[in-house]
């Protein structure tokens, strides 16, 4: 048996248990193949020393009988804008680079109250703005499929952690599509909740009313039993509601043919990349072939998501990234000679090109005397994509999607046109605007890089979704 051939935690817990591999053994490969990777730029830190205690103190509890959690031995990375105490966690900027976090995200606590073992924190674009991995201050990461090529973004190191065989299942976020785009550039599965299903506390904020944390894996499996593991009420997050969390991972995975609706013009537009609308109409042709009843649908707000997301997206992160003054949080400039220098100079210097970029689009729709034209316009627009998806899904069961309209680019290719890359998050933003939940489906690869589609569901139907996606 090979370490790298356990690619579920079922096939990894199964192999502990049997006693063929142990725990230590375990994270010996991961941080070997952290290694031999280290060219693809996959990891900001990695935990070796704390991972191996924890993985001697797992295998020694378990000879000693001691009841185990339910992500014994499973090795996980975590995204660098999640606080994990005693760690350091930068979001991607130099603003952060040497702050330490001062309490654990809540989510992962309850990964780690399961025995969960994080091996490091993965590298993404700056305050997760961006697409492609390459706003990064610690620079770009690469695809494992194509090093010369992103592994797409803001989650992109969590992505390649997965795919690059470096730990088993990656913690991110997606505030307009982190987790399925990146998932989808790598071959993975990739997964965000509703809105509100996972508590948000300990996440660093990029847009606090779309934000979720999410997961990627080889496994909708795994995703599910780390979903039922994080989610639920949180004293420190009012956004996360006091609803119960079924066991995800147990329930009767889903075979009875499903209504699913999809968009007929993501099978013909031009401005999809073809080996994509080849992918989308594969993903429903076996669907259909597999008994589900796949309908086309219209949709009429496709002008109108991408410059929705980023007037509101970038309004809320202008809001909350005005906390990183010099003063309280993180880097402050050297140069400065007194307060309002001190502010000026901490965040041209701590921020880069596209969090500046954004911050300033923020604070411009934000300004009174555009509030209403931009801003508060928005808002309702916001308002109407949401309902017209509530609409599909009060008849459908699904919407199926492509994931991007382009397949991995070459790195530094978009690197000066911000534009393009906004348009390619239309299909994942939609999730994030209505706050649905959201899975990329690993589904065909071009010849070497990897396509996916997605599915997605209505509000608090992670549980369908994730039992479809199971039975798949
Ligand atoms: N690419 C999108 C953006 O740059 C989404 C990022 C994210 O989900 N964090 O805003």
Not at 44 to 51: H, N, P
Not at 82 to 89: I, K, T
Not at 280 to 290: G, R, S, Y
Not at 456 to 466: F, P, S, V
């Amino acid at each position: 048996m090979s370490i790298a051939d356990l690619t579920s935690i079922k096939a990894t817990q199964s192999a502990i248990e049997a006693g063929s591999v142990t725990t230590v053994q375990i994270v010996r490969h991961y941080l070997n193949r952290i290694e031999e990777e280290r060219h693809l730029n996959i990891y900001v830190d990695v935990y070796g020393e704390d991972a191996l205690r924890e993985a001697t103190r797992q295998d020694e509890a378990r000879t000693q009988g001691a009841r185990m959690g339910k992500l014994a031995g499973v090795v996980l990375s975590i995204k660098d804008v999640v606080c994990y105490a005693g760690h350091g966690v930068s979001a991607g900027s130099r603003m952060l680079e040497d702050f330490v976090a001062p309490y654990t995200a809540t989510a992962l606590q309850r990964l780690l109250d399961e025995d969960a073992i994080v091996i490091g924190r993965t590298n993404c674009d700056e305050f997760a703005m961006g697409s492609g991995n390459e706003n990064s201050h610690y620079g770009p990461t690469r695809n494992a499929a194509d090093p010369a090529r992103v592994p797409g973004g803001s989650s992109g190191g969590a992505a390649v952690s997965v795919q690059a065989g470096t730990c088993l299942l990656a913690m991110g976020s997606s505030t307009g599509g982190s987790v399925r785009q990146p998932a989808s550039f790598c071959g993975l599965y990739g997964f965000k909740p509703t809105y509100g299903r996972i508590s948000r506390h300990g996440l660093i904020a990029y847009g606090s009313s779309f934000d979720q944390i999410g997961y990627l894996s080889r496994q909708p499996q795994d995703i599910a039993l780390a979903l039922e593991i994080s989610a639920g009420s949180d004293a420190f997050d009012a956004t996360a509601p006091n609803k119960a969390v079924p066991l995800y991972s147990k329930s009767d995975v889903v075979r009875s043919p499903q209504s699913i609706a999809y968009f007929e013009e993501t099978l013909n537009s031009d401005a999809i990349d073809p080996a994509i609308r080849a992918a989308t109409a594969k993903a429903i042709q076996d669907l259909e072939a597999a008994g589900h009843k796949l309908v086309p649908v219209s949709f009429n707000y496709f002008d109108y998501v991408v410059p929705t997301y980023y007037v509101l997206t970038t309004a809320e992160a202008s809001s909350n990234l005005s906390r990183f003054d010099g003063m309280r949080y993180g880097y402050r400039s050297p140069e400065a000679s007194d307060l309002t220098e001190t502010y000026t100079k901490s965040r041209s210097e701590g921020f880069g090109t596209e969090v500046q970029r954004r911050i300033l689009l923020g604070t411009f729709v934000l300004s009174s005397g555009y509030y209403d034209a931009y801003y508060g316009k928005a808002q309702k627009v916001r308002r109407l994509i949401r309902d017209q998806l509530q609409g599909i899904l009060d008849v459908h069961d699904f919407i199926l999607m492509p994931v991007s309209p382009s397949l991995p680019w070459p790195v530094g290719e978009q690197v000066d046109d911000p534009v393009a890359n906004y348009l390619a998050d239309i299909y994942t933003v939609m999730a994030n605007l209505a706050g649905l939940p959201a899975v990329a489906i690993p589904v065909a690869t071009d010849g070497h890089l990897p396509v996916g589609y997605q599915l997605m569901a209505d509000q608090w139907e992670e549980g369908k979704l994730l039992d479809f996606v199971r039975g798949l």
